[in-house]
């Protein structure tokens, strides 16, 4: 992986120099972590005009491969737990001699930004903007095959909740039993708080679990990801809890598959961004559901788990191959619930077999 690293870091600083300046301060943490590896809470990268230094509190963990940062990165420690790693980064630029030093101005506070420039006066402080982001936007197949090992987690910590007695449990249990599972599957975590929604709640994007119960005849919607060295995938699905489900809960399943099949179908390598939220709202829209569809269709997954590109009404640029992404419409009726259907995809060319499906838990709407 050093040789990753390094190549990624040669095209931030080719950004960098294009944009005139010597040196770089990367402080945003999943920024850092794609450019140097797993780093130490807290740690900042000064790509310098002589030296890459990883500068941090502390020493990393070194228990775990998957935790260390590259191995042929320098390491700058400063003292003690008060003293800015991002301070000490930008006086060395400028020992180093670099008489620019690119920020990320989106990620630092308006205190931070004054105290970096109080810190090394000599220095012009330009914007890196999202350069970085930019880069993270295609993955390399090592990239993709954590993504895929995550779905796999999510997907069996969902059929093993699938598999139990649901009736009478609350949607908080439902959700911190699932997380337990994502760990005991190898996961390193929660890709974000896990969403239970039952009844009345379901279908609701971002659903915070509460005390309700699942009840006979509820809609169960649930939504959850895992995080395997770092990399993060999201899943969602809906259910009928008891009984069969109704004839409205059929037909309203049945718009939103459609729907998120279409969304699917429309991930190909130079799809506008904006055409892919738009195949999916459409067929949600020309069914009269157009006030009760969440802002956006779906959105990019790596290190953070909403990343670009964005798939919205407004949403800029074309999808590039080995980008992946979220399909997740949904439609959340008040007072009644809802469905929504997510899955994690990496956009692929036709030649390659079109979109690669990351989570494969059935789609069908099973009643448990």
Known sequence: MSEVYAVRRTRLRECCNAGGSAAALVSRPANVRYLAGAAP?????????????????????????QSRPDDTLPLHLVPGTTTDPALAAAHLAATQGADSLAVEEHHLTVTRHRAIREAAPTLRLANIGGVVEQLRIVKDEEEISCLRIGAEIADQALGELLESILVGRTERHLALELERRLVDHGADGPAFPTSVATGPNAGRRGHRPTD????????????????????????????????????????????VFAAQRAGRE?????????????????????????????ALTGHGVGLEIDEDPQLAPSAMGKLDACVPVTVEPGVHLPGRGGVRIDDTLVVRPEADGGPELLTITTKELLAL
């Open 266 to 294: 429309s991930l190909v390598p130079g799809a506008a961004c904006r055409d892919v939220d738009r195949a999916a709202r459409q067929v949600l829209d020309s069914a009269g559901y157009a006030d009760a569809l969440p």
């Open 41 to 65: 809470e807290g740690a900042v990268l000064l790509l310098g005009r002589t030296d890459d230094v990883l500068v941090c509190t502390g020493p990393p963990d070194d228990r775990s491969p």
């Open 212 to 255: 309700r119960r699942v009840e006979e005849g509820d809609f169960l919607s649930v939504c959850l990801g895992a995080t395997y060295r770092g990399y993060r995938c999201e899943i969602g699905r809906t259910f009928v809890i008891g009984t069969a489900p109704a004839d409205w809960q059929i037909e309203l399943y049945d718009l």
